[in-house]
């Protein structure tokens, strides 16, 4: 397939190219790697997607294109690939646009495009040897989706070896999905950089999805319940972490307690009442903020079926205790009529101020 006309600076006398065989994804791969100003030095993103393009796949593209600069190689994958589907789901009915894809990759400032089919990537049918995601994949959407990541790893860690970059970028929005590639990548040694970008969302909040076509206008005022779920925990989790910033400045020492008994027993009855309203704290008042969004929204007609709301260490996706401190991941999946939608929100819980209500070491504060 011949070249397209390229937009900008990028790669000077190349085109943009669409590959739709291994045979032709080496050879252009080749040419473009050649034809640097250093030969053979020229850096490669890829941005993996199954097609269906949006403003998100583009900020993906616009993320490589930056990094690997004008004089880089950005290359998008698009694939649909059948082994992360199972049994029940919408493998049929994913949309194929690659027409319009196209248009979006060249806009957002790839190169190359590599859309195979499936008989090109499996060529033996599918595929004896296949990766194994491990205990993390088999938790929330693994659990939801057996196999999935499996047959998501497989693909990934082919495509990797075919495009051979030197980074590759992924959504947040697929947060497990993200995690179980960095540790595909640490764990068997792949030598390239994963890089996260963060969640893309439509001005009401809704994450960008590809599968958000399905929804009818109905259907879609249900799901915005994911998105104001996780805001929910959010600021919950905004006003926490406020207090304990606020007890970190103002330790609770003897001191503390004589001045409150100073101003009266109606102002300490105060103080003590603000403080009541703050528990339960950390993971747990997170968790129960999203949920009250999570049932009200259960009870909407068309209703949202919840699959999962979690609070997870993104280094192995099981649920943080309420003592946790550090990165987190608030993760919801859920269904409204026929579409099955995730979305989820990074964390940070800073550790207690010592003194603070709940401490060990609270001593002398007013009660």
Known sequence: MSPRTSHGGRNPGQGFAVAPTLADLERLRAERTASGSTAGARPTGVVMTMGALHEGHATLIRAARAHVGDEGLVVVTVFVNPLQFGAGEDLDRYPRTLDADLSVAEAAGADLVFAPSAEEVYPGGEPQVRLSAGPMGGRLEGAVRPGHFDGMLTVVAKLLHLTRPDVAFYGQKDAQQLALI??????LNFGVEIVGVPTVREADGLALSSRNRYLSAAERRTALALSRALFAGRDRHAAQEALRARAREVPATPARAQALDALGESRAAAD?????????????????????VLDEAARLDPPLVLDYLALVDPSDFTEVPDDFTGEAVLAVAARVGATRLIDNLPLT??????????TPDNRGAAS
């Open 272 to 292: 003590a009442h603000a403080v009541a309203r703050a528990t339960p704290c950390g993971p747990s008042a997170v968790r129960a903020a999203a949920r009250a």
């Open 349 to 358: 819980f800073q550790a207690p101020a010592p003194g603070a209500p709940g």
């Open 182 to 187: 960095r540790r595909m990548a640490r764990d």
